[in-house]
Nanobody, 124 residues
Framework: QVQLVESGVGLVQAGGSLRLSCAASGLMFSSYTMGWFRQAAGKEREFVSA????????YSADSLKGRFTIFRDNAKNTVLLQMNSLKPEDTAIYYC?????????????????WGQGTQVTVSS
């Protein structure tokens, strides 16, 4: 049974930083491209960032480049999202996801497995 479990402190002030973690189990972690998405209240789920199987290539939403960084530790079956200079508009539920393919990484439909999500709230 595949499980993706997100964790991270949920409340931070604007301008602050936060690191989210996603622990994976039940799958060959190094065979999956990993991604982060987020969904704000009343909005569609949107792509945040993705990282290749080896960790050598990363992809990020243009609007988040320079503030958010994704990285992974295949030895620990973990993918992380470092978020800096947070803004109130970053408030959302953040989801970790895994895909066996490496195309259209910005599309939620391409992902095979999802975590339950973790709430991130940025106060002004």
């Amino acid at each position: 049974q595949v499980q993706l479990v997100e964790s991270g402190v949920g409340l931070v002030q604007a301008g602050g930083s936060l690191r989210l973690s996603c622990a994976a189990s039940g799958l060959m972690f190094s065979s999956y491209t990993m991604g982060w998405f987020r969904q704000a209240a009343g909005k569609e789920r949107e792509f945040v960032s993705a990282i290749s199987r080896s960790g050598g290539t990363t992809y990020s939403a243009d609007s988040l480049k320079g503030r958010f960084t994704i990285f992974r530790d295949n030895a620990k079956n973990t993918v992380l999202l470092q978020m800096n200079s947070l803004k109130p508009e970053d408030t959302a539920i953040y989801y970790c996801a895994a895909t066996a393919i490496s195309r259209r990484l910005g599309s939620p439909q391409e992902y095979d497995y999802w975590g339950q999500g973790t709430q991130v709230t940025v106060s002004s």
